[in-house]
């Protein structure tokens, strides 16, 4: 027993030498600043304690309004001083590749234990979105259980900048939220409107608030006591928002601007065609024809193009690809159809996603650019971004290319591809944001 005893004490005791002539490990830190700030602006985010070369994997977790987890990790190495800059620094795999100071967030997708195909956009304005940033050794795939944790921390971001105003709207039949930015303006006035989706989207809305614009959020069904379904649409209810946003006091005139996506940009176009009141028009993966549902206004209808579901394809995976579907616009046939742009007294943003799969909303943009210029026009400008798909929404929106369809119940293919599409949403919020102020004052 006593040579046992002496044998286990000779190896113990090299073994308490090598631990006493470790240097103690740094305690790596993670900083990500603002910590708190609105959900379009950058971050930086640095780590430092971290052995020189040392492979690490961050991370970013975050819960979206129904309680779905929402994750996304990169590869990076340390630096020779054991720091990461992701401003400068490249990551070498995971979610994305490459210098992405905001890769973390606009690759934000559901975790692999929830229901595919769920958007990371809260479609009220109220909340924050919390998003936990983390910092494990080593380099491990997505999905897959990380290394141990080494550091981590907690980021806001707001949707409400600060002194920002909402004032929810029930001015005759107009319903909405209007966003007043701080201060006694007066402001230039913007109506934002989104897709077929229906309901109150207040987020770009209040985000352009808090960039110095009176901004009212506009649905025009499923809110409220609105028309449930989109079956047909009266212009003089636009026209009504548009006089209500124009005489409001802190709002600068003469005229108003719109912004909308999808159904809300064709409705934008149609906006700045028949209503003197608006003057700048954003469209943003619009169509230049009127759509599904027939737009009135007095005596005049415009019918609505329709989808022809035949022309609709399903993968192998349940995913609808409906590229082909709506009818074609430049069939003499739909001739009723086309908005005519040509009557527009103010001025046009066309921003389309080259691979935009929803519908061919760079041939749309094409169709109107042609329609103006056959008249002698050239009161627009065309953001064209390739690799971008359907939703173009402000910068770090998590990139969704496939999204369930809130009206059909099924995922609705949209395309694009993810780094195109984040880098097409930060450079067209930018130039959204001037070519409004250039024309509204």
């Known amino acids: 027993a006593a040579m046992w005893r002496a044998l286990a004490a000779a190896s113990v005791a090299p073994a308490r030498a090598v631990l006493r002539a470790r240097p103690p490990q740094r305690a790596a830190s993670l900083a990500v600043s603002p910590a708190a700030g609105l959900a379009d602006e950058r971050v930086e985010t640095r780590v430092a304690g971290l052995s020189p070369g040392q492979p690490v994997t961050l991370r970013a977790l975050a819960a979206g309004d129904r309680g779905c987890l929402f994750q996304s990790c990169a590869h990076y190495r340390a630096d020779s001083r054991g720091e990461l800059h992701l401003d400068t620094d490249a990551s070498h795999g995971g979610d994305y590749t490459g210098v992405e100071p905001m890769g973390l967030f606009w690759s934000l997708a559901p975790a692999a234990m929830e229901r595919p195909y769920q958007r990371l956009l809260p479609r009220s304005a109220d909340a924050p979105m919390k998003v936990e940033v983390l910092v494990h050794e080593g380099h491990s795939p997505p999905g897959a259980m990380p290394g141990p944790l080494v550091a981590k921390t907690e980021v806001e971001r707001r949707f409400m900048g600060p002194g920002v105003r909402r004032v929810r709207l029930k001015e005759g039949v107009v319903r909405g939220s209007l966003f007043l930015p701080p201060g006694d303006g007066p402001f230039p006035g913007v109506i934002d409107m989104y897709g077929d989706e229906g309901g109150l989207v207040e987020l770009r809305s209040s985000l352009l608030a808090a960039r110095g614009f009176a901004a009212l959020s506009l649905p025009y069904f499923d809110f409220e006591d609105l028309p449930k379904v989109m079956k047909e649409l009266k212009l003089e209810y636009f026209e009504d928002a548009a006089r209500f946003l124009q005489r409001h006091p802190k709002v600068k005139g003469p005229g108003?601007?719109?912004?909308?996506?999808?159904?809300?940009?064709?409705?934008?176009?149609?906006?700045?065609?028949?209503?003197?009141?608006?003057?700048?028009?954003?469209?943003?993966?619009?169509?230049?024809?009127?759509?599904?549902?027939?737009?009135?206004?007095?005596?005049?209808?415009?019918?609505?193009?329709?989808?022809?579901?035949?022309?609709?394809?399903?993968?192998?995976?349940?995913?609808?690809?409906?590229?082909?579907?709506?009818?074609?616009?430049?069939?003499?046939?739909?001739?009723?159809?086309?908005?005519p742009v040509e009557k527009a007294e103010g001025h046009f943003l066309l921003v389309v996603g080259e691979d935009d799969r929803m519908w061919k909303s760079s041939l749309y943009a094409e169709l109107a650019i042609k329609r103006l210029r056959q008249h002698g026009k050239e009161n627009f400008e065309l953001l064209s971004y390739p690799g971008a798909g359907h939703q173009i929404d402000p910068p770090s929106t998590p990139f969704c290319p496939i999204a369930m369809d809130r009206v059909l119940g099924v995922p609705v293919l949209g395309g694009g591809e993810s780094k195109a599409h984040a880098h097409a949403q930060e450079h067209s919020w930018g130039k959204i944001q001037e070519f409004l102020r250039l024309h509204l004052g």
Do not use: H, Q, W
């Open 256 to 339: 108003v601007g719109v912004i909308g996506t999808g159904k809300g940009a064709e409705l934008a176009l149609s906006m700045i065609t028949f209503l003197p009141e608006v003057v700048a028009a954003v469209s943003i993966s619009g169509c230049t024809s009127n759509t599904v549902a027939d737009l009135r206004y007095g005596d005049m209808t415009l019918p609505g193009l329709r989808f022809d579901m035949n022309k609709v394809s399903v993968s192998d995976t349940g995913v609808f690809d409906i590229f082909e579907a709506l009818e074609d616009p430049t069939n003499p046939a739909n001739s009723r159809c086309a908005i």
